[in-house]
């Protein structure tokens, strides 16, 4: 059977080429793909291409697919391959949804249909891929006919560098933006010294462009004597030791000089090396000419202060001897020539002995006021309340008794003040209390709680009380709401005790109503422990 031995060997023979023609499209021999579909291998052929077309698709630094209509993958090059970590003889004939986000398959049939109607289209969508759960990509989609084959080119670029590129650049807008919006000057340098940024408030001290120049030069510093140069604040931060609010100088040309807070923070790398620092320039110098001009002021103050504190005491001291003498010879007169006087005459001499005694006591109690606050603050001292109102007390007992009054006072703390200053205190509201009991005995309760820091007292009666109308009236100087005939005084008493609490820091007021009595609170400070 010659004919069909030859018949057979001519078959075989087919074969073998069919198989080398195949396998030279798998390695990119002949120009044409092979795809295995459901009807077995189908051999695919790009007519008109060269192999230097091919070079140039194999080589690109972007993905590119070339699909059927259906989507079907019909080639791929290597970077696209890459991008889904699929080797590329397993993209070849892959449906190209199977790379995609989930979201993004109808984005992607939408852009078919799209390249389908108008030949041309693109769009950004998400591939999905096994290490980062998805890259975002461009995909440009142009429809191409191949002598009676109609396919899809698809050019894929990776949009991750340009996302982060775009992201630094906004990053670097912001930093731009927020340094420029500073309040103050704000310079970063390099290791040289040299200024890569500054904010606005930086150029306008430096009063000319700082950009790229030496700090050294654009801002001669000046700290206790000694030039502030960008080594010396280098070698500071490098050191560990940044620089907080160091007060310096700077001398402009054209003869100013700005008072200047200095801060400066090192900028390390990774590896901590030192990139430079960011150097803040804080001017304070309105607020240092303000505060030397307060402190000037505090200084003329304290002085005047002083002075009419001592013109006060030689004054009222000095008034008290010839007062004293008026008082004794007008008695005097009284006694020898009160009858010749007659009742007139008496009368008028016990007028000018009143007025003597009352002005005498008033130097007295302005003698008080003066030296409420001469004890020095910086002295520690501490006064046990309990004490001070025994003491207190004691010296009322004439009078406590004479009027029947009944006292109450309850636990009282340990005070941070001077004793004398509690004692002038208590002495003053006690003796109100007393004074202006009015038709009823004397009724007077003494308290303490803690407060927020500070211990609040009282002292209330159940006297004449005070109208809401004088309650802050009260407490000024030579203030009385009743004639000296009815009620003796100077009316300093509750100046006194409000100049005491004030120089602790505290407070002194009053809740009373005309006839219902008074209660005088006053706060002072716990004795520390």
Not at 65 to 93: C, H, K, Q, R, W
Not at 212 to 233: K, N, Q, Y
Not at 327 to 340: C, H
Not at 491 to 517: D, F, H, P
């Amino acid at each position: 059977m010659p004919d069909e031995d030859l018949t057979i060997r001519e078959l075989h023979e087919r074969l073998r080429e069919a198989e080398e023609t195949i396998r030279a499209i798998h390695l990119g021999e002949a120009d044409a793909v092979v795809v295995e579909g459901s009807r077995g291998p189908q051999v695919y052929t790009l007519q008109g291409a060269d192999h230097m077309y091919r070079a140039l698709l194999e080589n690109m630094r972007e993905g590119t697919v070339s699909l059927d209509t259906e989507g079907l993958i019909l080639y791929t090059n290597p970077m696209f391959a890459a991008m889904v970590e699929v080797p590329a003889s397993e993209v070849t004939g892959s449906d190209f949804q199977k790379y995609l986000a989930p979201a993004s398959v109808s984005s992607f049939a939408a852009l078919m249909e799209a390249a389908a109607a108008r030949g041309h289209t693109s769009g950004e969508l998400n591939l999905r891929v096994p290490q980062e759960g998805r890259i975002p990509v461009r995909l440009s989609l142009t429809q191409v006919d191949c002598a009676e084959m109609r396919c899809v080119s698809v050019l894929v670029s990776d949009l991750r560098e340009q996302i982060r590129n775009e992201a630094i650049l906004r990053e670097e807008q912001l930093s731009r933006l927020i340094l420029n919006q500073a309040g103050e000057a704000v310079v970063v340098i390099d290791p040289e010294g040299t200024i890569l940024r500054r904010s606005e408030s930086a150029r306008m001290l430096a009063g000319a462009s700082v950009m790229l120049d030496h700090f050294d030069r654009v801002f001669p510093l000046i700290a206790s004597g000694i030039s502030l140069t960008a080594r010396e604040i280098l070698l500071r931060t490098r050191n560990g030791k940044p620089l907080r609010g160091l007060e310096a100088h700077m001398a402009h040309p054209d003869g100013r000089v700005s008072a200047l807070l200095v801060s400066a923070s090192p900028l390390w790398s990774n590896p901590r090396e030192l990139l430079g620092c960011v150097i803040t320039l804080t001017d304070i110098t309105e607020l240092k000419r303000a505060r030397d001009e307060l402190m000037r002021q505090s200084q003329e103050l304290a002085q005047s202060n002083n002075d009419l504190r001592q013109f006060a005491y030689s004054a009222s001291h000095d008034l008290r001897e010839p007062l004293r003498q008026l008082a004794v010879f007008s008695e005097l007169i009284q006694k020898r020539f009160g009858s010749a006087l007659g009742p007139d005459g008496g009368e008028l001499i016990q007028h000018a002995v009143d007025g003597a005694h009352r002005l005498e006591k008033l130097l007295q109690d302005l003698l008080a006021y003066i030296q409420a606050a001469d004890a020095p603050q910086e002295v520690p001292a501490t006064a046990d309340a309990n004490e001070v109102v025994r003491k207190v007390l004691a010296t009322f007992h004439v009078e406590t008794s004479r009027m029947g009054a009944r006292i109450e006072s309850g636990p009282l703390p340990v005070l941070g003040v001077h004793e004398v200053h509690l004692v002038q205190l208590f002495q003053n509201l006690i003796g109100n209390a007393l004074k202006y009991h009015g038709e009823n005995e004397p009724e007077i309760r003494i308290g303490a709680e803690p407060g927020q820091g500070l211990w609040k007292l009282w002292v209330e009666d159940n006297g004449i009380g005070i109208s809401p109308d004088y309650q802050k009236q009260i407490f000024g100087l030579f203030q009385r709401l009743h004639g000296g005939n009815k009620y003796s005084g100077s009316g300093i008493g509750l100046a006194i005790c409000q100049k005491i609490v004030q120089r602790y820091g505290c407070k002194i007021w009053v809740e009373s109503q005309a006839g219902l009595g008074s209660k005088f609170f006053f706060t002072l400070p716990g004795a520390e422990t």
